[in-house]
């Protein structure tokens, strides 16, 4: 079992829908990751998180350290919001562990 | 968007031959890391550095190996490489024994015959 837990695996949306993703992980964390990784392949840092919520633009991500979770949500998704977005955490040091992606497509 | 660069972008290889990827910064992060991302697992950490000639293992470092010898080089070698290092290859700066971003590089596709 994966120390960290992606769901669901593939989600596909109407454009304007409200979009959640979701991360489970198993470990005591220092810190979460949420990650969006391009058709093109480039990845990209989202948010960083220890605690509570944060907003940019139209992405919100919340975590709740007590029970191991964090959602990242996606408000009025649109076509170009569609990607593979990727939960890491950080235990302690420098090292990531990694869930395998969440695959979104967003159609118009 | 941070200075990595990864060189070669895509490579087409034979079984048995030794291959270099290599991984260029311009913000001068003390950390640097390889991944490897492959179908139905997450990225993968290889091999990481902090700092010139400080190298540390991943989770699956072997057939890998790697060098520092400048602050803003990091080189990833197959020795001989095989059909199982067939991947897409990330190279990654920042983050660091007090957490933070890491920054991506554009990745590199190698294919093993």
């Known amino acids: 079992k994966n120390e960290v837990e992606q769901s669901p695996q593939n989600l596909t949306a109407q454009e304007g829908e409200f979009i959640t993703i979701n991360c489970s992980y198993s470990?005591?964390?220092?810190?979460l990751h949420w990650l969006q990784q391009h058709p093109g392949g480039g990845i990209v840092s989202l948010f960083m998180?220890?605690?509570g919520k944060k907003k940019h633009g139209r992405l919100i991500a919340t975590i709740n350290i007590q029970e191991k979770h964090s959602s990242l949500h996606i408000t009025a998704s649109h076509p170009r919001d569609s990607a593979v977005y990727i939960c890491?955490?950080?235990?302690?040091?420098?090292?990531?562990?990694f869930g395998e992606g969440t695959q979104l497509t967003v159609n118009p | 968007d941070a200075g990595i660069t990864q060189s070669p972008r895509h490579k087409v290889t034979e079984t048995g031959t030794p291959v270099t990827l290599r991984c260029h910064q311009t913000?001068?992060?003390?950390?640097m890391y390889w991944y490897r991302q492959d179908p139905g697992h997450g990225l993968r950490l290889i091999h990481y550095?902090?700092?010139?000639?400080?190298?540390d293992k991943g989770e699956v470092s072997d057939g890998y190996s790697v060098s520092r010898s400048k602050t803003e080089d990091f080189l990833l070698t197959l020795e001989s490489a095989t059909s199982s290092q067939t991947s897409v290859y990330f190279c990654?700066?920042?983050?660091?024994?007090?957490?933070?971003?890491?920054?991506f590089g554009p990745g590199t596709r190698l294919t093993v015959l």
């Open positions: 550095s902090y700092g010139v000639k400080d190298t």
């Open positions: 990654a700066i920042g983050g660091g024994d007090r957490g933070g971003e890491q920054f």
């Open positions: 913000e001068n992060h003390r950390y």
């Open positions: 470990v005591g964390i220092s810190a």
């Open positions: 998180l220890s605690s």
């Open positions: 890491a955490v950080r235990v302690s040091g420098s090292r990531l562990t």
